[in-house]
């Protein structure tokens, strides 16, 4: 069939038709080839097999497109919800992953030893901005889990330390070897903001700068 015969039976469009709408929808598809049975030659008729290789193509091409429009629904929907989650917690404390924290003037840094499994012997050592340790605290035995601890800005000599950043460090014995074991750190979050690229959210924390939703172990 030429073109000139599928644009008098409407099945071809005009280019503003085109620039209208420049998808094939199933109805179209459908008309097209009822259009084209009706039209074909007797003596050379399309068989069963082509005819539904071509609906399962479209229908493959349909699936596709709906699956796809589904999924950008469903992302977007779990993204408006951890926005609202985060903005809850603006002014609110947090236990994150991190081996830092800050020591405010009359404050203390609070934190957590996070053990996959039981260990003797914990120490948390804080440590000041050359790498000098300067107060052990210890911990003793603990099992699988969250141990916390805090330090209120006493040093092992009995001295004060100044307000500032310090490094956090733990380590245990562990099947009778010294292993280090991983520390979280409770900060206030001052914000929340969309990562870059648009996926996840950020969050900013007091002292400690961004770090991503994820890695929030618990809202306390």
Known sequence: MNVERLRELGLV?????????????????????????THQNPLKPMENAEFLTQMAQFGTVTGIQALQKSFADFANA???DQTLQAANLVGRQVLV???????AAGGEIQGAVKL?????AVVVKIMDRSGATIRTLELGPQDQ??????????KDDGSYADPGTYRIQAEGMVNGENQAINTLVTATVE???SAKGGYGL???????GNVDFKDIEQIL
């Open 116 to 120: 996959e499994q039981p260990a003797t």
């Open 191 to 193: 914000s929340v903001s």
């Open 78 to 80: 779990i993204g408006s």
């Open 97 to 103: 992953q991190g081996n830092q924290a800050v020591l």
């Open 13 to 37: 469009r005009t280019t503003s038709d085109r620039a209208r709408n420049n998808e094939l929808g199933q109805e179209d598809f459908l008309k097209l080839m009822t259009t084209q049975m």
């Open 145 to 154: 889990g969250l141990a916390s601890f805090n330090w209120n800005g006493m």
């Open 202 to 208: 950020t969050v900013d924390l007091e002292g400690l």
